[in-house]
């Protein structure tokens, strides 16, 4: 008889459903049949069971965060059973120990963490029976029968166990060793919070700090463009002038003078240039892809992209969620006529079906073995689902999974692109760009909501003269870089911080390695989220001060080096192949962990924070368990109470007892309001100037002040 250990209770029992089995307390037990002939039992974790134990139970001393005990370095690292989870690993061990049991089928989720999370049970459980692998990427009957008939020997995966391993105790050394020697450092300046600091973590708040101080310190600057409307026969467009393929001009004067000289003289086509490009359909998805894409359709955080499509996957309806390829094998591709085949029962995939391509099987674009390792890409099963079936969510998902799915199966699309150069008068040259759809190919699937940025141009010919109509001079700004979404985020931390606003991204991951893994970077953007190191308005990311404080001490560090971490995450891969010794990786953790503690030692001493509202970086309860009281920004302008952080916004301490309404919210117009801002106009009424408020598509800047009159706050204008 065999036992069988998924990671879930969920996916035990979508892996019992195949069978005729009966519900027990803690497993479920399979009736003998061809693939169990003597039956078997199915159980379950709930996730981790066990967990890395705390520094204390090593050494009592190190229960005391002290800097003389740093590093901590524990001779052999040990695990520890989460007492919540107790009664279900008593269940396991007591089947595992059953005579009767013969063999153990390890059947956690087929990638890293899974690996490490039954064999921790099967360790702790102390009982040494044979053990084999279920090995599959979807979660429908046929795979798993498929998978239970031809599983693979445990030894395949071992060392995807010893990289789970050695990323579990690395992450533990760098992080209780960074966390405290920080923590203990900042105490020492007058903030009391704990600043957790990590692998992955550190360096992925680094990327946002750094890109909000490349905002701060970025200066708005006018400038004008001179656009004019030709009439060149029948035909009417529009240009931008230019020299030296230069646009903006730097004063008014200028471009207006440009503009006056401009108006109704006589104009010709100088030059025109199409290019034809062609551009293959999208590779299918990876999770990063995945959840990068939803989040800039729906706004939905990379967590929650993943705890739906997990739902998706257990319903056996899409394939395995947490796969880092964007290709397929052979075999797959085989099912794919008989997954289109299903689709077009539904609307409005029957809209794209059938297809121009009926098989992809030899179209190594999307089809190809040596780019497939743990799991293929994010696909429909052969079970299809109606999506009108599904939750909103779900639907949304299983949407967007299905249309990239049919649109591989699409023409490539091919656009013209077309430069028109008109000249004014023989001595100002405009331009004008614009693009013609000669094949929509995959874009119908893809794109049909889709505003095209570019305009069609007219079909006039080199040489053709006609008037300027029409020419003004516009004014704009230059504007700073844009702060990411969570969806930039995922892709940033994909590419270890090489920022690309595409979801394919093919080039520049041939020469990297990513922070973290697809499993995890959802749950390193939760936890920064849960720690307080970042505030996510509207979807767009904003660092707070507390995650300011910690990389500005950090520095130029190897904690917060997006290349390094990428370089671990990269001999941690090794190490899941076989390639690298797990033994030599700690070691050098080992060194690091020495090394980041004594450059904060000696860094602590520069140190520098005037610039940031240090005064609110402090832990959220008292000594005796209950919340600590919120530090006041300043006086309240209404009633004289104090005025503190409520989360969104700013607000008086006095609304419970007497309704006093004033407040300043957090984000103004896109504009972040900082408390060094509030203070400003707590104190003296009205704020340095702000740059950057935004209204439509208009930015514009203003102070922020107190009306006396109107007991409000309200913009305040400089007078030209």
């Known amino acids: 008889m065999k036992v069988v250990i998924a990671e879930k209770p969920d996916q035990g029992a979508t892996l019992a459903k195949p069978f005729s089995h009966r519900k027990r307390q803690g497993y479920i037990e399979i009736h003998p049949n061809d693939v169990f002939p003597k039956g078997a039992y199915i159980t379950w974790a709930v996730g981790h069971l066990f967990q890395l134990q705390a520094p204390e139970k090593y050494e009592s001393k190190w229960k005391k965060w002290s800097l003389d005990d740093l590093p901590i370095i524990p001779l052999k690292f040990q695990y520890e059973l989460q007492r919540a989870k107790a009664k279900q690993f008593s269940v396991i061990k007591d089947l595992l120990k059953k005579n009767e049991v013969t063999e153990i089928i390890h059947a956690g989720d087929a990638g890293r963490e899974g690996e490490l999370i039954i064999r921790n049970i099967i360790s702790m459980s102390k009982v040494q029976k044979p053990m084999k692998r279920l090995w599959i990427s979807s979660l429908t009957e046929k795979a798993i029968i498929q998978g239970f008939e031809s599983l693979r020997e445990e030894t395949e995966m071992r060392s995807l166990y010893f990289e789970a391993y050695s990323r ?159 290709y397929v094998t052979k075999g797959e591709a085989e099912s794919f006529p008989d997954i289109l085949n299903k689709l077009k029962e539904f609307s409005p995939y029957n809209h794209w079906i059938p297809t121009p391509h009926a098989s992809i099987m030899n179209n190594k674009r999307f089809v190809n073995e040596a780019k497939v390792s743990d799991h293929y890409a994010i696909i429909p099963t052969e079970q299809v689902t109606d999506p009108n079936s599904l939750s909103e969510d779900e639907r949304k998902i299983y949407d967007v999974i299905v249309k990239r799915f049919i649109a591989a199966h699409h023409d490539k699309a091919i656009i013209n692109y077309t430069t028109i150069s008109t000249v004014v008068d023989g001595r100002a040259e405009f331009v004008s760009k614009g693009k013609q759809i000669l094949q929509e190919g995959w874009r119908k699937v893809l794109m049909q909501n889709e505003k095209e940025e570019e305009p069609l141009l007219p079909p006039v010919e080199e040489q053709d003269k006609g008037v300027v109509k029409k020419v003004v001079s516009k004014e704009g700004k230059t504007q700073p870089p844009k702060r990411y979404t969570e969806g930039q985020l995922i892709t940033l931390m994909k590419t270890a911080g090489k920022y690309m606003d595409n979801d394919e991204l093919e080039k520049v991951l041939k020469q990297t390695e990513g922070l973290g893994t697809e499993a995890t970077r959802a749950g390193i953007i939760t936890m920064l989220k849960d720690r307080k190191y970042i505030d996510i308005q509207k979807n767009i990311v904003f660092p707070t001060d507390k995650a300011k404080v910690l990389i500005r001490a950090i520095g130029d560090n190897v904690l917060a080096s997006a290349e390094m971490t990428a370089k671990w995450e990269q001999r941690l891969q090794e190490i899941g192949k076989g390639r690298a010794s797990a033994p030599e990786f700690m070691e050098q953790v080992k060194k690091l962990s020495e090394r980041l503690v004594q450059n904060a030692l000696q860094e602590s001493t520069t140190w520098k924070f005037e610039d940031l509202d240090t005064d609110s970086i402090q832990r959220t309860k008292g000594r005796s368990g209950k919340r600590a009281p919120k530090t006041s920004i300043g006086n309240c302008l209404k009633c004289g109470g104090n005025v503190i952080d409520k989360g969104k916004f700013y607000g008086c301490s006095n609304y419970q007892r007497t309704k006093c309404s004033f407040t300043i919210s957090k984000t103004i117009l896109s504009k972040r309001i900082t408390q060094k801002i509030v203070k400003k106009v707590l104190t003296e009424g009205k704020s340095d100037r702000i740059d950057g408020f935004k209204k439509g598509e208009k930015e514009f800047s203003a102070y922020l002040s107190w009306d006396a009159n109107q007991k409000k706050i309200q913009f305040q204008f400089d007078i030209n």
């Open 168 to 326: 579990a105790c690395a992450d533990w050394l760098v992080g209780m060793n960074a966390s405290r020697v920080y923590s203990i450092l900042l105490k020492e300046q007058g903030m009391s919070d704990v600043f957790s600091a990590g692998r992955v973590q550190t360096p992925t708040l680094a990327l946002i700090v750094r890109r909000d101080e490349e905002i701060e310190r970025f200066k708005s600057e006018p400038f004008w463009e001179v656009k004019a409307t030709f009439q060149i026969g029948d035909h009417t467009y529009e240009g931008t002038w230019q020299k030296d393929g230069e646009s903006r001009i730097q004063s008014r004067e200028l471009a207006d003078k440009i503009a006056s000289f401009c108006q109704n003289k006589p104009a010709t086509v100088s030059n025109l240039n199409t290019e034809r490009k062609e551009f293959a359909p999208p590779l299918l998805f990876n999770l990063s892809a995945l959840q990068a894409t939803i989040n800039k359709m729906y706004k939905f955080s990379p967590k929650k992209t993943l705890d739906v499509l997990q739902k998706l996957y257990q319903k056996g309806i899409v394939s395995y969620p947490r796969s880092d390829s964007q």
